[in-house]
């Protein structure tokens, strides 16, 4: 089973408030990321996190706050975000960091919309 | 730096047509390749990998051959399905057994229809 659940499929928010997206994955992965993906485009590394400590972050303004509370989790804080801010975001793992030469595995993503 | 390179898209083909998407890329070391697919409203997929000068990576009657003389990893498929038609990315990275630069980089992506 090489499944990444997300949650929620899709989220409206305002620009003042305060929501955060889940995501899961019980396939015993090490390292978990992040991405952001505008229409037509490729995805956007956000963050890496690996054996739940964050290892990459790309100069992501500070209301996106990530978080991994443990192994199998990854959340994703918002706060007053911009409408610029609605993407599709992806949450992916893999066993450990891409550049020791492993897969990643993606989730379907929450759609967010920032009005 | 590292960079993917596919061919322009969209692509549009009949029901049971040959397809082959391009795919080049920009490496300083020896990178693992991929194939991932998007279907509308949906995450990405990994559709095939190949790790090694050679490799033939192959999934769901996809197939693509790591080619280092060339730089390519081009995707074929012998005879595409309505249900093939979605977006897809050619990606790589580096393996450095580092931890420091854990990162996929993704080509601009080409969308396929496929008309029955």
């Known amino acids: 089973d090489t499944e990444v659940t997300q949650t929620p499929k899709h989220l409206v928010m305002g620009m003042t408030n305060k929501k955060s997206l889940k995501c899961e994955q019980h396939?015993?992965?090490?390292?978990m990321y992040w991405y952001k993906q505008k229409a037509k485009k490729p995805p956007e590394l956000m963050f890496v996190y690996s054996y739940e400590k964050l290892s990459i972050n790309e100069s992501v303004p500070s209301r996106f706050s990530p978080e991994c509370p443990n192994s199998s989790l990854l959340n994703l804080h918002l706060h007053a975000l911009q409408p610029e801010d609605s993407a599709l975001y992806l949450c992916a793992s893999s066993q450990d960091l891409v550049d020791r030469g492993y897969e990643q595995y993606f989730g379907p993503g929450t759609r967010l919309t920032v009005t | 730096g590292n960079s993917v390179t596919q061919m322009e898209g969209p692509v549009t083909l009949s029901e049971e047509a040959f397809l082959t998407i391009n795919c080049t890329y920009t490496?300083?070391?020896?990178?693992?390749l991929f194939w991932y697919v998007q279907y509308p409203g949906e995450g990405l997929q990994l559709l095939l990998k190949a790790t090694k000068a050679d490799d033939k990576g192959s999934n769901k009657g996809f197939e693509a051959t790591y080619r280092k003389e060339t730089t390519s990893f081009h995707l074929e498929k012998g005879s595409v399905q309505v249900s093939d038609s979605a977006v897809y990315f050619c990606?790589?990275?580096?393996?450095?057994?580092?931890?420091?630069?854990?990162?996929?980089?993704f080509g601009k992506g080409i969308t396929l229809s496929v008309r029955p």
């Open positions: 490496a300083t070391g020896y990178p693992s």
């Open positions: 990606a790589l990275s580096e393996v450095f057994y580092t931890g420091a630069n854990s990162k996929l980089t």
């Open positions: 396939m015993g992965h090490r390292a």
